[in-house]
């Protein structure tokens, strides 16, 4: 059985389609060739060689038009086959891979699809070749990468979830204790049972404190991402005050952005537009919008949070920051999970590089389109934009 890859997984070559058929000599009688179709009923074409050579190609269609013509048997009968061959016919090597024939076929051959081809070995002949059994093993290669890939878009799809559900048990199983760390370091903090003492272990508590709760906040993102992945995050659809939730947003990066010296500006009508979609996805997308708009931004910068309907219905939102801005080159991607822009981020602003991620999931899943743009040294804008449809102000009054 003719395999169809070699050992290194190339692609079949001539190998896989060689049918020997009798070479004939230049000084053959052309009634000799024709008794040889005669013969090989299935041949399309014979090669002619000098020696072991090739030199040309007799088709059955050309050879039977001439003798079928009146007089043609006359004139032709008794003379060598070399007459009528065709001169240029496709001669190919037997290592040659069938994409490369095809390609030929194509691009200058199209005689090779009734005539045949030859197939040579360092210049030798060794059989002929079909475009009927090319396209049969074209046919069988592709049926068999469709079923390699499907095998592999199991395999990948098994993983995702085996990975997904080991990344959930492993955040739940990292958060128990975690949530303790940050309680007792909290409490100890609070000074609830008097004073730290000596008090260089107050520091300590609060740097215990800090990297606690940015450890949670990784853990957060990852076990976010890992739901999302195994679609197992819930979309729980109801109308949304999207004023509301961009006030609570503001607030909840409030301490961030006054420790960093960063002001946070709400630019909303006084009664905004109603949503329907999922409060706390909406609300995630915009604390990670806003909160990296304020991690990159330097002291004195500012994070913007503007809002409005568009013409059509659509309602935008749009976070610009101030900030040290994304590569032109690097955008394209940069919302990849496990992504991160730029070697110019310094080690404290280093995070799981889900923050995006996760907006771009959730965006997903209410039908928002996003759209960013940067200018390095400028700053960045995310805008995302809800459809119409989620807009529940425009819906008649029941």
């Known amino acids: 059985m003719?395999?169809?890859?070699?050992?290194?997984?190339?692609?079949?070559?001539?190998?896989?389609?060689?049918?020997?058929v009798p070479a004939i000599c230049e000084e053959t009688r052309c009634e000799d060739v024709a008794e040889m179709f005669r013969k090989f009923e299935g041949v399309h074409g014979f090669a002619i060689v000098r020696g072991d050579r090739p030199v040309g190609l007799i088709?059955?269609?050309t050879l039977t038009i001439r003798l079928a013509t009146q007089f043609g048997h006359a004139?032709?009968?008794?003379?060598?086959v070399w007459e009528l061959m065709e001169e240029a016919p496709l001669i190919v090597e037997l290592c040659e891979d069938i994409d490369a024939v095809e390609r030929m076929i194509t691009d200058g051959y199209h005689h090779a699809l009734s005539s045949g081809?030859?197939?040579?070995?360092?210049?030798?002949?060794?059989?002929?070749?079909?475009?009927l059994s090319l396209m049969r093993k074209s046919v069988e290669r592709t049926r068999i990468r469709n079923a390699q890939l499907e095998i592999s878009n199991e395999r990948a799809e098994h993983a995702a979830r085996v990975k997904s559900q080991f990344l959930?048990?492993?955040?739940?199983?990292?958060?128990t204790p975690l949530n303790a760390v940050i309680g007792f370091s909290e409490l100890i903090v609070s000074k609830a049972f008097g004073e730290i003492e000596p008090p260089r272990y107050g520091q300590y508590v609060v740097d215990i404190l800090e990297s606690g709760r940015h450890l949670l906040s990784m853990i957060n993102d990852i076990l976010d991402m890992s739901k999302i992945e195994a679609g197992r995050y819930t979309v729980d659809e109801r109308q949304i005050d999207l004023c509301h939730v961009i006030r609570t947003v503001c607030k909840m990066c409030g301490v961030l952005a006054s420790r960093k010296g960063v002001q946070i500006q709400c630019d909303m009508p006084a009664e905004g537009p109603i949503l329907i979609?999922?409060?706390?996805?909406?609300?995630?997308?915009?604390l990670n919008l806003v909160s990296n708009g304020v991690k990159y931004t330097e002291r004195g910068g500012a994070v913007t949070l503007r809002g409005h309907s568009q013409p059509d219905g659509s309602v935008s939102l749009e976070i610009i920051d101030t900030g040290i801005g994304i590569p032109e080159e690097e955008l394209p991607g940069i919302m990849e999970p496990f992504?991160?822009?730029?070697?110019n981020r310094t080690s404290k602003d280093e995070g799981t590089g889900l923050g995006l991620a996760i907006v771009k999931a959730l965006a997903d899943l209410h039908d928002t389109r996003i759209d960013?743009?940067?200018?390095?040294?400028?700053?960045?804008?995310?805008?995302?934009?809800?459809?119409?449809?989620?807009?529940?102000?425009?819906r008649p009054a029941a």
Do not use: W
């Open 372 to 394: 960013m743009k940067s200018a390095v040294g400028v700053g960045t804008t995310v805008i995302l934009t809800f459809p119409a449809a989620r807009n529940f102000s425009l």
């Open 2 to 20: 003719l395999q169809l890859e070699n050992k290194q997984g190339q692609t079949p070559t001539m190998a896989c389609i060689l049918e020997y």
């Open 75 to 80: 004139i032709y009968a008794k003379r060598p």
């Open 339 to 343: 992504v991160q822009a730029g070697n």
């Open 168 to 175: 959930a048990n492993m955040s739940h199983e990292l958060r």
């Open 117 to 131: 081809f030859i197939i040579v070995q360092d210049g030798a002949y060794r059989g002929m070749g079909t475009a």
């Open 59 to 61: 088709a059955r269609e």
């Open 277 to 286: 979609g999922d409060e706390r996805a909406i609300k995630q997308m915009l």
